[in-house]
């Protein structure tokens, strides 16, 4: 994928992509620590506001993402792999929040026969639960 040649397919996986870093950063529990330790810092650098803010986060990200996309040869076809596992997992991401009411399992209020009570492997019934 060439930034100067872009098809409206690569323009929506570097949406997505870009989203799903935001996303990944701002929501993530792998990053909550590093979360926490950029809101204290915050007041103080420049850097520390722009990961605190997804707006100017997602500007950046969208950028180095362009760029990267735009590595030719052999390392730029694993990163372009990487980009699109990234849009990939946007996708799903929004298809779960759009869909979540009708998909979401177990369902709300639902009973489903027995569920095990203890490491004994006893069973009661659900609505014993």
């Not at 100067?4 to 997505?16: G, R, Y």
């Not at 372009?80 to 779960?96: F, S």
């Not at 095990?116 to 659900?126: F, I, K, N, V, Y």
Request: hydrophobic content about 50%; some cysteine; overall charge negative.
């Amino acid at each position: 994928m060439s930034p100067f040649a872009l098809t409206w397919v690569d323009l929506v996986i570097l949406i997505l992509a870009t989203s799903e870093v935001v996303e990944v950063w701002r929501h993530g529990s792998l990053f909550a620590g590093r979360r926490a330790v950029v809101q204290e810092l915050t007041p103080f650098h420049w850097w520390a506001r722009l990961l605190d803010c997804p707006f100017c986060l997602s500007f950046w990200v969208a950028l180095l993402l362009t760029l990267l996309s735009a590595v030719p040869g052999h390392a730029g076809e694993w990163i372009h792999v990487g980009v699109i596992l990234l849009a990939v997992a946007r996708g799903a991401n929004l298809v779960n929040d759009l869909t979540y009411e009708y998909c979401r399992t177990p369902k709300a209020g639902a009973s489903y026969g027995t569920q095990p009570t203890s490491d004994t492997g006893l069973d009661a019934p659900a609505s014993h639960l």
